[in-house]
T-cell receptor
Framework: DTGVSQNPRHKITKRGQNVTFRCDPI?????LYWYRQTLGQGPEFLTY????????KSRLLSDRFSAERPKGSFSTLEIQRTEQGDSAMYLC?????????????FGQGTRLTVV | AQKVTQAQTEISVVEKEDVTLDCVYETRDTTYYLFWYKQPPSGELVFLIRRNSFDEQNEISGRYSWNFQKSTSSFNFTITASQVVDSAVYFCALIPGFGNEKLTFGTGTRLTIIP
């Protein structure tokens, strides 16, 4: 399978715990994005990387959230001290910039439930 | 600021009927990109089309067609001869400006095709 892969697919955690999600983009893609989708809403942008550089972060990304892409390949999104409001689907996408906008390919997401 | 409005929350049609999904966008940029994505129950967002603001030609791809009208800031999506497999949530999205990588999504339209 050469698509965007996200793990785990589902995560249930207790409030206050830390969680980490992983995204493996399409191998030749240099851009990687994280979005959050709550029930009945469209995805909302969180952050994006070009290679290993994190170029933009949304104000939705509070201090409890951190994302990394250490070698410009896979990325991790960590949420510290989870809150019930963090319950959502976390989507990862990747694209190849090539100097112009190309479509982003999305993974199947990680559904987080904070209890 | 940019915004995408999908006023139709849910639509149900009988199989083989045609259906149009509406999308209205707002942006101050003269260069922008519009997208449609399909989200089946599996959760993965599937890219359908990308259109830049300089290309107002309508596009047809099989049973799918798109009508882009800058005068009304609309980018509507029509499915002809609908099939049960078309049942999904459909999102319209916008990237405003050049060099901007954030997709701004609408709230989506849930389409149900009744056999």
């Amino acid at each position: 399978d050469t698509g965007v892969s996200q793990n785990p697919r589902h995560k249930i955690t207790k409030r206050g715990q830390n969680v980490t999600f992983r995204c493996d983009p399409i191998s030749e893609h240099n851009r990687l994005y994280w979005y959050r989708q709550t029930l009945g809403q469209g995805p909302e942008f969180l952050t994006y990387f070009q290679n290993e550089a994190q170029l933009e972060k949304s104000r939705l990304l509070s201090d409890r959230f951190s994302a990394e892409r250490p070698k410009g390949s896979f990325s991790t999104l960590e949420i510290q001290r989870t809150e019930q409001g963090d319950s959502a689907m976390y989507l990862c996408a990747s694209s190849n910039s090539l100097g112009r906008h190309t479509e982003a390919f999305f993974g199947q997401g990680t559904r987080l439930t904070v209890v | 600021a940019q915004k995408v409005t999908q006023a139709q929350t849910e639509i149900s049609v009988v199989e083989k009927e045609d259906v149009t999904l509406d999308c209205v966008y707002e942006t101050r940029d003269t260069t922008y990109y519009l997208f449609w994505y399909k989200q089946p129950p599996s959760g993965e967002l599937v890219f359908l089309i990308r259109r830049n603001s300089f290309d107002e030609q309508n596009e047809i791809s099989g049973r799918y067609s798109w009508n882009f009208q800058k005068s009304t800031s609309s980018f509507n999506f029509t499915i002809t001869a609908s099939q049960v497999v078309d049942s999904a949530v459909y999102f319209c999205a916008l990237i405003p400006g050049f060099g901007n990588e954030k997709l701004t999504f609408g709230t989506g339209t849930r389409l149900t095709i009744i056999p």
